[in-house]
């Protein structure tokens, strides 16, 4: 693969423009292209940045499709891996007329599994509502009717529905080549096409289970393959960080206790009093939950293992669950050959059990972190690897090319904050800007008038301040909190004020409904305002008027109830570094972008960025962020905010003269 055969590719007359109406050679698209085919032929580690609009998606498919061997694109979320293989690659397979083999390979919890349907199916007590009734009558039909099983496909039942995670299997659950279906499994058939596809889609979260496995000695989840590519980069370190530790939670506990009376019932009655093994298994639980209640008052429903309001209590009962837990395996482990659903409930206990005394007692206390967080359902334990560096960077096959992409990778053009944290020594790093003309296509607004964010005054000061500028663009918006209770106390504030004005807009915040609809209302429904936070700054692409207004309350430092984060700016401190410097500050600026990039989508977007916390000018880190922000005109006085819109709706309604 040579600069002149990408060349004539991407060229103004070169096959991606004789297919796709309006397409126009990018230079940035062509040099990243060409990094990334050398990076491929190098077998090296290629870091790039690319910006808004350079179309990194077809610069690294082209060379990765034409390079002739396997290559494994890891995306970071489900939603992407989904529009990556059903949109993206059919487009460049035909625009190359290259008949390569592809497939979409998602973790085991996205496919119907026979077996769980059919059990749930003959279980009197498994469902919970008419409407999972309903539900499992849909599934049963589009299991029989389903290529892939994949849940994604069957709109009528909400991704998020509980119903999905018992009529799907886990590691343990699964039954392997005992199972009766085997033949048809949807997995099995999905991981059977991975390893004979030349290109596979799968996201970070699996790419990252399949290295925590790799860590136990199992290999038997991706192919090997001669390049990876990984998109939205940037969350890498985040998806290691979760998948090489552990948690373990009250629900998977409560559902062991169930699980085991219920199949010991049903295939070994005569062993044991099953009813009452998980009664007291079940007791245990909540008693051990109940030992935690305190941890209900603390910051962020958290406490580190150092931490514990009471340690002692909570020990106690730790201890006796363990102990059930280890009667249930013991007692399973005895008569597991009499039925593949006992053998099944046994390696559940097994794995249960193991995650509970390491989490008790870790093999590395100074490496790891750990702590228990309450959540809506129970409670969750949680351990942690301080850096994950190590192990990433060991999971690279030898003679693999690794590329990594995101638009978010560098601070102010030092990629050293990613490249550390992966540890990933001395690879190659690019960057390309985006082509927007931000200067002209967006606003910074950075009011003035504004107090710190930690002032009792802020909140609503930052809403008086808004409230303007969505009269000026008459909706539009989308405000981006840090916090979730700032969600709920922006919203509030903002349903009174348009109560106030009468002005019947669509207000959406998250928790409303699920992400995916309230983001197709966003982008329908005129004058619509939008209140979210995390999962909101980043993978939201809103072109055109839909978003003209985007509103950021205050600058995106880590939270300090954050366990990890607590125990690595600690650690950093400890060994005699600048935590604020080293950690925090590129961290935000990493958020901070991300969130700026939701404005601008397209060459003929616009609107304008709000930042309403004054530290981003004010402070003299504060230069730092905003000159990782893409270069917007900049202002700190609302009128000159008013009158750009002022401008742009002038332009927006004068007929065309063409």
């Known amino acids: 693969m040579f600069k002149d055969d990408l060349a004539s590719i991407f060229a103004e007359d070169g096959p991606f423009a004789q297919g796709a109406p309006g397409y126009r050679l990018r230079p940035a698209q062509l040099e990243m292209a060409q990094a990334i085919a050398e990076a491929i032929r190098m077998r090296g580690t290629l870091v790039a940045e690319a910006g808004t609009g350079t179309g990194k998606t077809w610069a690294y498919l082209v060379p990765a499709i034409l390079?002739?061997?396997?290559?494994?694109?890891?995306?970071?979320?489900?939603?992407?891996?989904?529009?990556?293989?059903?949109?993206?690659?059919?487009?460049?397979?035909?625009?190359?007329?290259?008949?390569?083999?592809?497939a979409l390979l998602k973790g085991r919890s996205n496919y119907v599994c026979h077996y769980h349907l059919e059990r749930l199916a003959d279980d009197d007590r498994g469902l919970r509502s008419r409407t999972e009734a309903a539900q499992l009558r849909k599934i049963q039909l589009f299991a029989k009717q389903s290529q892939t099983g994949d849940k994604v496909e069957l709109s009528a039942v909400p991704e998020n529905a509980d119903i999905w995670n018992r009529v799907s299997s886990t590691r343990e659950n699964c039954l392997g080549q005992d199972c009766p279906y085997v033949r048809e499994c949807f997995v099995m058939k999905a991981r059977k096409q991975a390893q004979e596809a030349e290109v596979l889609v799968v996201n970070h979260a699996l790419f990252m289970a399949d290295l925590a496995l790799r860590e136990e000695g199992i290999v038997d989840l991706l192919p090997q393959a001669d390049t990876v590519v990984f998109d939205e980069a940037h969350q890498l370190p985040d998806t290691a960080t979760r998948f090489l530790g552990e948690s373990v939670s009250t629900h998977q506990l409560l559902d062991l206790a169930r699980d085991m009376a219920a199949v010991g019932l049903a295939q070994a009655r005569e062993a044991l009093n099953w009813s009452e093994a998980g009664r007291q298994l079940e007791h245990a639980v909540r008693e051990w939950r109940l030992s935690a209640a305190a941890i209900e008052q603390m910051p962020g429903r958290k406490a580190t293992a150092e931490a514990l309001p009471d340690a002692d209590g909570f020990h106690a009962a730790l201890d006796v669950l363990i102990e059930r837990v280890g009667e249930a395996a013991d007692r399973l482990k005895k008569i597991e050959e009499k039925h593949p659903d006992l053998a099944a409930q046994a390696k559940v206990a097994q794995t249960l059990l193991g995650k509970l005394g390491q989490w008790l007692k870790p093999e590395d206390p100074q490496g790891c972190v750990r702590w228990v967080e309450m959540t809506h359902q129970g409670m969750r334990l949680h351990s942690a690897p301080l850096s994950v560096a190590e192990a990433f960077s060991r999971c690279r096959r030898k003679e693999q090319a690794w590329v990594m992409v995101s638009a978010t990778l560098s601070v102010q053009g030092n990629f050293t904050h990613f490249t550390r944290q992966l540890g990933l020594w001395e690879p190659q790093v690019a960057k390309w800007e985006s082509p927007f003309d931000y200067a002209s296509q967006g606003l910074l607004f950075v009011p003035s008038d504004m107090p710190l964010p930690n002032s009792p005054a802020f909140n609503e000061r930052f809403i008086d301040t808004l409230m303007p500028l969505l009269d000026a663009c008459q909706g539009g918006a989308l405000v981006l909190c840090t916090t979730l209770r700032a969600v709920d106390i922006f919203a509030d504030s903002l349903a009174r004020h348009f109560e106030a004005r009468g002005w019947d807009w669509p207000l959406l915040r998250q928790g409303q409904t699920s992400r995916h609809l309230l983001l197709e209302r966003f982008r329908t429904e005129a004058h619509a305002v939008l209140v979210g936070s995390a999962s909101f700054w980043e993978g939201v692409d809103v072109p055109g008027d839909a978003l003209r207004l985007l509103a950021i309350d205050k600058l995106p430092f880590a939270p300090p109830d954050d366990p990890v984060i607590e125990a690595r700016l600690r650690s950093c401190r400890e060994r005699g570094g600048n935590p604020f410097a080293e950690f925090q500050l590129p961290e935000a600026a990493i958020a901070l972008k991300q969130g700026a990039g939701r404005l601008i989508r397209t060459e003929r977007d616009w609107g304008v960025l709000m930042v309403g916390d004054v530290r981003l000018v004010d402070k003299p880190y504060g230069r730092r962020l905003w000159r990782g922000l893409p270069p917007f005109a900049r202002t700190r006085d609302l009128q000159v905010a008013l009158d750009f819109?002022?401008?742009?709706?002038?332009?927006?309604?004068?007929?065309?003269?063409?």
Do not use: C, H, N
């Not at 819109?645 to 063409?658: F, H, I, K, L, Q």
């Open 67 to 102: 390079s002739g061997g396997k290559t494994i694109i890891s995306t970071g979320t489900r939603t992407l891996q989904d529009q990556l293989f059903k949109r993206d690659l059919p487009k460049v397979r035909k625009a190359l007329s290259v008949p390569v083999a592809v």
């Open 645 to 658: 819109y002022t401008g742009r709706m002038a332009e927006v309604d004068t007929p065309s003269t063409d």
